[in-house]
């Protein structure tokens, strides 16, 4: 066991929890309201909705799930660095009109914007137990981020990984999305940090960047990576279909959704789309630490085989007192999308399955206290999944979740847009595109890329993409067909000009506390 | 500048999904920059121009009033 790295982990980790509690006091709102605790008042500028949507996105498993990729395969594994360029102009565009209508009817979910868009409690609610679904797996294996970095301090067991998530689950109770968003203040910079100074001090160490890419190249080749650092032509569409795919899953997610929302204007969205890029830039780097490991010699370790390759490579570079600071920046870099994975699907569960079919008559207090309770059980769930059973699991759902999320598009993004689709349309669009695109990974044995056969050529490509294609399809065609038959489409609650507004109004009354400042 | 004028602007941000998607155009070796195959210089220097081709859309079509500048606090204004 590294006491010297053990110690800086620890303080550094010391520190996070006490900010996560104080959070419950700053910028301090009334906590028994759902708004309050699940989206911190809708408060947050420019500033601090950059660290909290890069903390959020650019996950721990991230950076220990992208090197490990590119360690194992090569260039497939970089397809991170395109999605994460072209999801922000989707941002741009997107979402400043999804705050805008949630903002002025008060709306704290996807699912809640779909409902009053629609008027369909059933489409309504496959969004959120879509979003549940996807979010589940995705909180699990930010655990897998903090157990190989702990395994790295040579700490094994579970019972390290328990009380993290203890002491996660009190602060995200007591403090709500206040708490990741302080975190990731000092969890960002201590990424920073570390990344930068990994990429300047490793290549120096193992001759520069081109003895590394030269030195990956030859690892690959031995590995029968035929193609070595570079793309083979065959995969191609598996690349731009997987950067495409996740590019526009990734803000169908709860937990980003509850980041956009939790910002206090269209401008702090808009200005966002043009600096979240520079987390991009170190996704980048960060997956180069995979061919650093390949030219490094680092040997992937049972049972986290790849994923070993970031704290081997740390291991072997640095000194313990910086080991502990760069493994910390892992470990904190869990508990920040934790956290907030959390808490948006306990606003999903509160907001549009408890008060929609439990319980209608919810004190604001009450939604809040439910709300509280389900982030703590949506927790116990991923911990006793990552304890009790095999990792790969875990990994193959959060694969599933991907293919799952991108089925809530066309009536989330779309409906932003047109209310041409039919409410019966878009959901059995949902459930094509949700039962194809499962069967479609399950038949590639997990694998992300299915092989489409069209006509008489096979194009490989990300299973989501596909199987959103196919839901489009099938919302389109049963729109026409549903509106032939003149089938009732509901009343929509929202008008063309919320999506373009800039404020909350007319007021619910119980948002008409004031809510001081500090 | 009208709002038709504005929406033009918009039609920058499809180049990114044009240079990013059409792999074939940068999966090459050469020309390496110190060592680094061009299939990843090049995609990091996109990083910096899709930021900034967002950053030109969003100066572009600012409609700054009022009530927009006293919902977006300053950034130094933020941490207070």
Redesign the interface.
């Known amino acids: 066991m590294d006491f010297v790295a053990l110690t800086v982990f620890v303080l550094l980790f010391i520190l996070v929890t006490v900010l996560g509690f104080f959070a419950a006091r700053w910028r301090r709102g009334d906590l028994d309201q759902l708004h309050e605790w699940g989206l911190a008042g809708r408060r947050f500028?420019?500033?601090?909705t950059w660290f909290l949507l890069g903390g959020d996105l650019y996950t721990a498993y991230t950076f220990i799930a992208v090197p490990a990729a590119v360690f194992g395969t090569g260039?497939p594994g970089?397809f991170a660095?395109?999605y994460?360029?072209?999801v922000?102009?989707f941002v741009?565009?997107v979402m400043p009109r999804l705050w805008s209508v949630c903002r002025r009817h008060h709306y704290i979910t996807g699912a809640d914007f779909v409902r009053g868009r629609y008027d369909s409690g059933l489409l309504a609610l496959a969004i959120a137990l879509t979003g549940i679904l996807a979010t589940m797996p995705y909180i699990a294996l930010q655990l897998v981020g903090i157990q190989v970095v702990l395994a790295g301090m040579g700490i094994s067991g579970e019972a390290p990984l328990v009380i993290a998530f203890v002491i996660l689950a009190a602060y995200t109770y007591f403090s709500g999305l206040r708490a990741p968003a302080m975190i990731a203040l000092v969890k960002d910079v201590i990424i920073y940090i570390t990344v930068i100074v990994a990429v300047v001090v490793i290549p120096a160490r193992l001759g520069?960047?081109?003895?590394?890419?030269?030195a990956a190249d030859d690892a690959l080749k031995a590995k029968n990576v035929a193609q070595g650092?570079?793309?083979a032509?065959g995969q191609?569409?598996a690349?731009?279909t997987l950067?495409?795919g996740s590019a526009l899953a990734l803000f169908m997610y709860p937990h980003s959704i509850t980041g956009v929302l939790s910002s206090?204007?269209?401008?702090?969205i808009?200005?966002n789309?043009?600096?979240l890029?520079?987390y991009?830039?170190l996704l980048?780097l960060i997956a180069?630490l995979g061919f650093m490991g390949l030219a490094a010699g680092v040997q992937p370790q049972a049972p986290y085989g790849a994923q070993w390759v970031v704290p081997g490579l740390f291991l072997q570079m640095f000194p313990s007192w910086f080991v502990g600071f760069a493994f910390a920046a892992i470990a904190i870099g869990a508990l920040v999308p934790a956290s907030i994975m959390s808490i948006a699907a306990a606003n999903l569960f509160t907001r549009n399955i408890w008060r929609v079919y439990f319980k209608q008559d919810v004190s604001d207090r009450e939604e809040s206290q439910i709300a509280k309770l389900v982030s703590l059980i949506v927790k116990a769930g991923a911990l006793f999944f990552i304890v009790f059973l095999p990792t790969q699991y875990a990994i193959n759902l959060q694969l599933l979740g991907g293919v799952w999320i991108i089925q809530t598009l066309p009536a989330l993004v779309v409906g932003l847009y047109t209310r041409w689709m039919h409410r019966w349309a878009l959901l059995a669009g949902w459930a094509v595109g949700m039962i194809v695109g499962t069967a479609m990974a399950i038949s590639q044995n997990f694998a992300s890329v299915y092989p489409l056969a069209l006509g008489g050529t096979t194009i490989p490509g990300y299973a989501a993409l596909w199987s959103v294609i196919l839901n489009f399809a099938v919302a389109i065609v049963g729109t026409f067909l549903l509106n032939a038959a003149s089938v009732t489409n509901g009343r929509d609650e929202t008008a063309d000009v919320d999506y373009t507004s800039?404020?909350a109004e007319p007021a619910h009354p119980s948002q008409l506390v004031p809510a001081p400042r500090t | 500048m009208t709002r038709s004028n504005a929406r033009g602007w918009y039609l920058l941000l499809l180049i990114p999904y044009i240079a990013m998607l059409w792999v074939p155009s940068y999966s090459g070796r050469s020309p390496e920059l110190a060592g680094i195959p061009f299939f990843y210089w090049y995609q990091f220097l996109w990083v910096l121009i899709a930021a900034v081709l967002t950053a030109i859309v969003y100066f572009a079509t600012r409609e700054p009033t009022a009530a927009d500048e006293a919902t977006d606090e300053p950034l130094n204004e933020e941490l207070a």
Do not use: D, H
Not at chain 1, 45 to 48: A, D, K, N, Q, W
Not at chain 1, 208 to 214: R, T
Not at chain 1, 264 to 268: G, I
């Open positions: 500028g420019t500033l601090i260039a970089f660095l395109p994460t360029i072209i922000y102009p741009f565009v520069g960047y081109g003895q590394v890419f030269a650092v570079l793309l032509p191609y569409w690349y731009a950067a495409l206090n204007s269209r401008t702090a808009k200005r789309a043009a600096l890029p520079a991009s830039f980048g180069l800039r404020a």
